[in-house]
């Protein structure tokens, strides 16, 4: 039987569902998953009927005293195995002091996770992100003599890439969830053979019947209209960028609420920036809700919008699309391979507030005419959208594409010259043409 160890920052959480579906569907392809988190989860793991779904975790922190000694012990014994990790980060680079330091712990933690798994007999190991963890698990697979492989999703590439050349080099394969991402790699990248770099993209639950309903503004029951953002409370997703938004779309005399979904450590300075601009009449800060309650909120919705800086593929885009809502999002990352503007769904520029408000104001205008059109703009939009999901970003149909793909790469260990996808398609645009 195939042993795979599958390790994240950490696991389980509710913002990262895809890691948990990745390894019960691995488990019930017959092969064995050590799930790993490099912290301590405050959340359990998903019952899902199936045993394995209670399967032990292994927490690399908070770390004993005597696998730290054993793990000492390994380094020195195996010295030959990572001397050339350690001379990097001691000798080579451009990494701040403190960078440094960072790296050297993890290696000790890659060797305390050795310490865990040489007994359990692992053929690869699998990290998701690109953060630290994955220096830990190239650690481990070096002390190992095994292969692993990693996923990178937005972040983890795009803004806190420390040493990635170099785990790219180690790597066996590396999956990432969009073409863009793909691109930067092959960009910024460019010794990594072209063929480790592969694209298996996430995906959302299809519902067995979702009506695309038209706007809650635009059928009369209420004026006011409804936005709604979804997303950790924290400086990336720049919730504070939505909250100066709302200050202009209120002086130039729109009627709306805001509402966000979500928990973080932003929380007090949004409460304090909703205050100073007088909008604590305007906004909700709802806290985290149950995905069961999501889909409530998502009907209320009139716009789902999106404010962060930096992204992979947001789920939620995905959640809000397949559900028939119009979003609004910036024209970052791989967004653009989701949201096609007038087509699924649109975009603003950036940074920009001004185009971020004069897109709001323009679809108020486009809801309040619904009801005045038979088969509106919007109608066509919220069918795309749809459409958009269940073809390409239905979740079972990826993960079982995800599934073939890593097993045939574990099995195979060499890589053809040839590209492993496909880097110029446009789905949308392949397979929507719509009359608008």
């Not at 959302?204 to 695309?212: G, L």
Request: proline content about 3%; hydrophobic content about 45%; glycine content about 6%.
């Amino acid at each position: 039987m195939l042993k795979v160890a599958y390790l994240a920052n950490r696991f389980p959480v509710t913002v990262e569902p895809y890691v948990g579906e990745e390894i019960e569907e691995l488990r019930r392809r017959g092969v064995d998953v050590i799930a790993g988190s490099a912290r301590q989860s405050d959340e359990s793991p998903v019952r899902t009927g199936d045993e394995s779904s209670s399967s032990e975790i292994l927490y690399l922190q908070p770390v004993r005293v005597l696998i730290l000694l054993r793990a000492f012990l390994l380094i020195l014994r195996r010295w030959e195995r990572i001397a050339d990790l350690i001379t990097l980060v001691l000798m080579r680079g451009k990494e701040s002091p403190k960078r440094r330091l960072k790296a050297l712990l993890h290696t000790w933690l890659g060797a305390c996770y050795t310490v865990q798994l040489r007994a359990r007999g692992v053929d690869h190991i699998h990290v998701h992100h690109g953060y630290f963890g994955s220096w830990i698990a190239m650690v481990a697979a070096r002390l190992l003599a095994v292969d692993f492989s990693l996923t990178l999703h937005g972040s983890d590439l795009l803004r806190d890439a420390a040493y990635l050349s170099t785990k790219l080099e180690n790597c066996r394969f590396c999956v990432t969830i969009s073409e863009y991402n793909r691109h930067y790699i092959l960009r910024h990248f460019p010794g990594v053979d072209r063929g480790k770099i592969v694209v298996s993209r996430l995906g959302v639950e299809v519902p067995a019947r979702v009506e695309c309903l038209q706007s809650q503004m635009s059928r009369g029951t209420r004026r006011t209209l409804t936005l709604l953002a979804v997303g950790r409370l924290h400086a990336v997703k720049n919730h504070s960028f939505l909250v100066r938004a709302c200050a202009n779309l209120r002086d130039r005399g729109l009627d709306f609420e805001c509402l966000i979904a979500g928990e973080g450590p932003e929380r007090q300075l949004l409460e304090r920036l909703i205050q100073k601009n007088r909008l604590r009449d305007r906004f909700t800060l709802l806290g985290h809700v149950s995905r069961t309650h999501m889909g409530f909120l998502y009907q209320r919705a009139d716009v789902v919008v999106l404010t962060s800086r930096s992204e992979g593929l947001p789920l939620v885009l995905m959640e809000a699309m397949v559900r028939g809502r119009l979003v609004l999002a910036p024209a970052i990352t791989g967004i653009p391979e989701i949201v096609i503007p007038g087509k699924t769904g649109f975009l603003y520029e950036p940074a920009a507030i001004d185009d971020f408000v004069g897109r709001i104001l323009f679809l108020r205008d486009l809801i309040r005419a619904e009801d005045r059109c038979a088969m509106s703009r919007l109608a066509w939009i919220r069918h795309a959208a749809r459409v958009q999901v269940l073809h390409n970003f239905n979740r079972q149909q990826n993960l079982d594409q995800f599934c073939n793909r890593f097993l045939d790469l574990i099995a195979h260990r060499s890589f053809a010259t040839e590209d492993r996808s496909t880097p110029d398609e446009n789905l949308v645009l392949q397979q929507i043409q719509l009359p608008i």
